[in-house]
């Protein structure tokens, strides 16, 4: 079911939770970069960190090793991927505001649609992004349009 944009409602939560979810961020975000001297706090998040990057490594090889061979160089590009991935993410996580991805509507999947009057393939290249809240983490029910960025989305025509 997909929902209007304007239906759209923020779960109820707390400023103390909000405060939570970016202040552990931010300490992941610090145990990432190297450190000189790791407390056993810090030890014990970069163990953390560590076992959920290894996780979802594991399953991309497993999903991915379903249809095709990973060669060692593939497997340390999917490394690479997943590890950004997870920085990215958690610099979105220590932002004392909230991003939402606004993903256009599409089609049925056009790999097991059968039908021919499907006539053009829709590839999102790029999604809407709104911010909801305040650099200080109030206004959470607020969202804008993030300045300078653009939603991107490829037609290809079918035959």
């Known amino acids: 079911m997909v929902l209007p944009d304007d239906s759209f ?5 707390s400023a103390e939770l909000e405060k939570r979810r970016y202040e552990q961020a ?7 970069e190297p450190s000189s001297k790791p407390s056993p706090d810090i030890r ?9 990057v290894a996780a979802a490594k594991d399953d991309l090889y497993r999903a991915i090793g379903r ?6 160089r593939d497997q340390k590009i999917l490394d690479n991927i997943v590890r950004l991935c997870s ?4 610099e979105c996580c220590s932002q004392r505001y909230r991003l939402i991805m606004i993903m256009p509507d599409g089609l049925a999947n056009p790999l097991s649609d059968s039908r021919r009057e499907v006539r053009t393939l829709r590839l999102l290249v790029k999604p809407d992004i709104k911010r909801f809240g305040t650099s200080q983490g109030d206004d959470l ?5 993030v300045t300078g960025w653009k939603g991107l989305v490829e037609r290809y025509p079918q035959r």
Request: proline share 3%; no cysteine.
């Open 9 to 13: 409602e923020w779960p109820k939560v």
């Open 26 to 32: 931010r300490a992941f975000l610090s145990v990432i």
């Open 44 to 52: 014990k998040l970069k163990s953390s960190y560590e076992s959920a």
């Open 67 to 72: 249809v095709a061979y990973l060669t060692e």
């Open 87 to 90: 920085q990215i993410w958690l």
């Open 141 to 145: 029910a607020t969202g804008e349009a």
